[in-house]
């Protein structure tokens, strides 16, 4: 988390955080994140209680007075209110609003339940809002089959780098800080597996098949060795330095763009997407494996990728055994007509 941004924070808020980062074992961005929600939560409480000046700009109050007298008078109705201002005034959706809430009631479980400070939590009732379940957009076989080729014949000067990068997302579905985050010692060729550093720091060891092994041999064959700013990474840029993200997220994209896939809604997350899904559908990889291998905590959230295909839906009505039933007799009307043929 950002120094300059913690120094805002009132005790109160700092003591949450610190729980949140060291016992929780949150990641800084997600300590972050918790910190940007409270405040937008605390500066809407002064400006609707006339606390701050009326014309005072939203994004420029300060919460550093917020104390426990403040925060033990805030009760379930201003937290509604607090949501319809989200919605109508700041324009956020579903996803954005659940986060806050789910950011509100750690904070006042943290006051309540493991401090004691405060003896009742305002926001136990507090309801998720409803987010819509889209399924989640993936490639098909034959598109991964495209893409990994695509960079075998490209002339790219990190092209073994990239493909390894590849080849570990779609057979891995790792997150993207968790592939950038990999050093040489994680990756086990006795063993054939890596070792995972995901969300909360927390390790999986996840095992690779021959592809991976191979595409990895393959890059640490041209991987830079000299003058390494990080000599543990496995991913090394240009810069020779630990990939970054965005280095990733580029490449990632520059080849979907090559097979086509460059639009809106195909990312690094996507292959992510595309793994677990190929993994289910394909490799009739039972859910709760499933779910090992992506690091979720709860299994509904690997639930998401038990959505079926168009062809799976397809077969499914072939097989019904009243498929083949067709009406006997009866007048021609009955009969399905023929495209009509534009002239």
Known sequence: MKNDSLDEAPEIIKEFLGYIGTVKGRSPKTVEEYYLDLRTFFRYIKKKRGLVP??????????????????????LT????????????????????????????????????KTGKLKKNPVQELETPKLKKALPKYLTLEQCLELLSKVSQMEEKNRERDYCILVLFLNCG???????????????????????????????????????????????????NDGLADRNALFISGQKKRISPKTVQHLVKKYLA??????????????????????????????????????????????????????????????????????????????????????
């Not at 090559?258 to 990312?267: E, H, K």
């Not at 499933?290 to 990728?305: A, P, Q, S």
């Not at 839906?313 to 399905?336: F, H, R, S, V, Y």
């Open 54 to 75: 009326k014309d005072c700009d939203f994004e420029s109050i300060d919460i550093s007075d917020v104390n426990l007298d403040l925060i033990r008078t805030i009760d």
């Open 258 to 343: 090559a097979i086509d896939l460059g639009g809106p809604g195909y990312s690094v997350h996507k292959l992510r997407h595309t793994a677990a899904t190929l993994m289910y559908q394909q490799g009739h990889v039972d859910i709760r494996v499933l779910k090992d291998i992506l690091g979720h905590e709860n299994l509904g959230t690997t639930e998401i990728y038990t959505h079926v295909s168009n062809k799976q839906m397809a077969d499914a009505a072939k097989a019904n055994p009243l498929a083949e039933i067709k009406q006997k007799g009866g007048k021609d009307k009955l009969k399905p007509r023929p495209a009509k043929q534009n002239k």
């Open 174 to 224: 790792m997150r993207l800080s968790e592939l950038v985050g990999l050093n040489l010692n994680d990756i086990h060729f006795s063993a054939a597996t890596v070792k995972i550093t995901g969300k909360g720091n927390k390790e999986r060891i996840v095992y690779l098949n021959d592809a991976c092994i191979d595409a990895v041999r393959r890059y640490l064959a041209v991987r830079p």
């Open 78 to 113: 201003q937290v509604f209110e607090y949501m319809n201002f989200l919605s109508t005034e700041r324009g956020n959706h579903a996803a954005s609003r659940s986060r806050k809430v789910s950011s509100l009631r750690s904070f006042f479980k943290f006051l309540t339940d």
